[in-house]
């Protein structure tokens, strides 16, 4: 029993080796097949494969989640018993209610998993996609399947190809999937090009807000804005949140920005933070801002998703009182409202600010309401190691694919750069650089099946062929694919 478990625990390492900064992804199907043969040995019993995928899970989720350390240990150590217990129980299932027989368990297995790493891009606290087996995959071919189903189908396809029996019929509809995705064409380009320049103000990794000087990150940007000629360039962005002020439209900082709008003779987009205090509300709001020459501030999104213990302390009450830094987070961020979507010089931009490029839904709905292409700015300076930056890459590259848009992440410290909606990864920053990197981005129209879909459909196809599966079972004793209970 012992090397079994250890041979779990390995398997889960090469889901995590699959991932960036990492990236070998093929390792996940070496972890994946590994883990399969292990549940599929017929002399387990229930508790047993739980076990034996809660020892795949902490090997998965060791690494890959490792920047959390440095957030909070607490934090970090209670994630990879969730996340891991998460996907002990959908062995668990599988294996008391959705298999008569081991054909079934991999199967059942299949759906599971893909379920419990669905549940993650909604539960807990708004959805924690951390991690997912889907980011591992940004850089393999399972990729190709992002326009057709995002990745709850890269999710599920690379369970189900992985795990006995059952292999052959799936590589089959993975071959026709990868057919369909070859000729099947929905974006195109519009004929229009912007040139693009992000600046990357620099600084050091591992910085929090509350020990930063708001000042000294705006006038980083602000130098690196002013090396930029006038007239070559068609807009600029600036990150998440590196302006921080009380009321923006009134600030000193507006009032530069402007200048600099003026002399370049293009709208700017900047990331800022600013206060609300509405009755006994006292928190703050994250928007990215459109800075025009003349000094108007001509549209805005609000953040929807907020990070939990980030930007947010979830059970801010019951935490202190078991004397957890909850001042860590002194103030709530408050959840926006309106579509993500900005104008700015004359076309139509989708924004995913910093943690909503892990949502695949925030950014489809950018591309809904006319978005030809997509803005990530985003703020990774808290965090040390490159480990959720690499990741926070892979994830715009997916949400690239997903919706055929060119994705420009933007970062005060690191990664910055311009994805293709082919995957390309073009000029990426180094990290704590300060640089303003400049691409002609193609305005692109259409939706892809994915857009046109979201991800009600496979969700609700997931849930249906799992409630398929397990009902026959839930109405009678359980069946047992072990023969040794």
Known sequence: MILL???????????????????????????IAIYGAVQLRDTLSHKQRA??????????FLPSVAWMWFMTAPGYVVAIVFFA??????????????????????????????????????FPFGGVPLATLAIGQARSPMVWLAPLGGVILITYMTFRICIKPGRLRAVGVLILLFLVALVWTPTSKTGESLHIALVQGGGEQGTRAVNTDPRIVFERHLDATQTIESGTVDMVIWPENVIDVANFEESRERVEVAQEAKRLGVPISVGITEDVEQGDVDGFLNAQVVV????????RVDKVRRVPFGEYMPLRGFLSALGAPTD???????????????????????????????????ANEGIVHGGQFIMNPTNGSSYTWTILQTQQVASSLLRAREQGRWVAQISPTGFSAFITPTGGVIDRTDVSEQKVIVATVPMRTGQTLYSRLGNAPYVIALFLAWGVRSWPALRRPRSKVATAQ
């Open 5 to 31: 478990v250890l041979r779990n625990l390995v398997a889960g390492l090469c889901v995590a080796a699959s991932m960036p900064p990492w990236g070998w992804w093929p390792l996940a199907f070496v972890g």
């Open 85 to 122: 217990g998460l996907h002990a129980i959908s062995a668990w299932w599988s294996s008391s209610y959705m298999s008569s027989t081991l054909g079934k368990h991999s199967a059942g297995l299949a759906l599971s998993h893909t379920l419990v790493e669905t549940l993650r891009l909604s």
């Open 328 to 362: 860590l987070v002194p103030r709530n961020a408050i959840e926006g409202e309106g579509p993500a979507a900005l104008d700015i010089a004359g076309t139509k931009a989708g924004v995913v600010i910093s943690w909503e490029v892990f949502f695949g839904g925030r």
């Open 292 to 299: 025009e020459t003349n000094g108007d501030i001509s549209d």
């Open 51 to 60: 076990l034996m995928a809660f020892t795949f899970g902490v090997g998965w």
